[in-house]
T-cell receptor, first 114, second 114 residues
């Protein structure tokens, strides 16, 4: 148990569907992150929220829409996705102040877009 | 562009032997370098970090070496065990202003032979 819980663990959706990924952290951290992990590619940072404010958006297509209602919860809303968006989506949290780079990851949501 | 990367995609080691996983980086301005371990079906897990003003840091059965002259980072695992089988990522932290901005390399898969 890392203290970061992601749901669902697996999701299959069509290109016209709308779905959401959920992340919850029980560590009292102030920063939360979405990373995308595709086969044979480095983890890609998508979004960062610090104290509920979005601080990073790494040129992510608008079909991915993040939401951070409070410091413990993070959502990734998905709509009109493409097959190349199939990947493992990882949520992480960290202490609010800059430090060593220690991120606490959830187990990920495996997304398949048909 | 600036990045971190790993030398080998796969490394096979006999149980009980020492493992050495290598990584090269290009950004001299990085302040922290980190190693993560990702087991099958799980998210990455922080192992150890090293600050750029250090050459060596030791943890439990792990040692990280940093050579800033040649921009090289290595992770040494002593007495490798079957539980060490995983994908290992080197990463760098360029975060500022209250959160971590961690950039990952492509990963080396460590296979421990019983």
């Amino acid at each position: 148990e890392t203290g970061v819980t992601q749901t669902p663990r697996h999701l299959v959706m069509g290109m016209t569907n709308k779905k959401s990924l959920k992340c919850e952290q029980h560590l009292g951290h102030n920063a939360m992150y979405w990373y995308k992990q595709s086969a044979k590619k480095p983890l890609e940072l998508m979004f960062v929220y610090n104290f509920k404010e979005q601080t990073e958006n790494n040129s992510v297509p608008s079909r991915f829409s993040p939401e951070c209602p409070n410091s413990s919860h993070l959502f990734l809303h998905l709509h009109t996705l493409q097959p190349e968006d199939s990947a493992l989506y990882l949520c992480a949290s960290s202490q609010g102040e800059w430090g060593t780079g220690e991120l606490f990851f959830g187990e990920g949501s495996r997304l398949t877009v048909l | 562009g600036e990045s971190v990367g790993l030398h080998l995609p796969t490394l096979s080691v006999q149980e009980g032997d020492n493992s050495i996983i290598n990584c090269a980086y290009s950004n001299s301005a990085s302040d922290y370098f980190i190693w993560y371990k990702q087991e099958s079906g799980k998210g990455p897990q922080f192992i150890i970090d090293i600050r750029s003003n250090m050459d060596k840091r030791q943890g439990q059965r792990v040692t990280v070496l940093l050579n800033k002259t040649v921009k090289h980072l290595s992770l040494q695992i002593a007495a490798t065990q079957p539980g060490d089988s995983a994908v290992y990522f080197c990463a760098e932290n360029r975060g500022s202003g209250g959160y971590q901005k961690v950039t990952f390399g492509t990963g080396t898969k460590l296979q421990v032979i019983p």
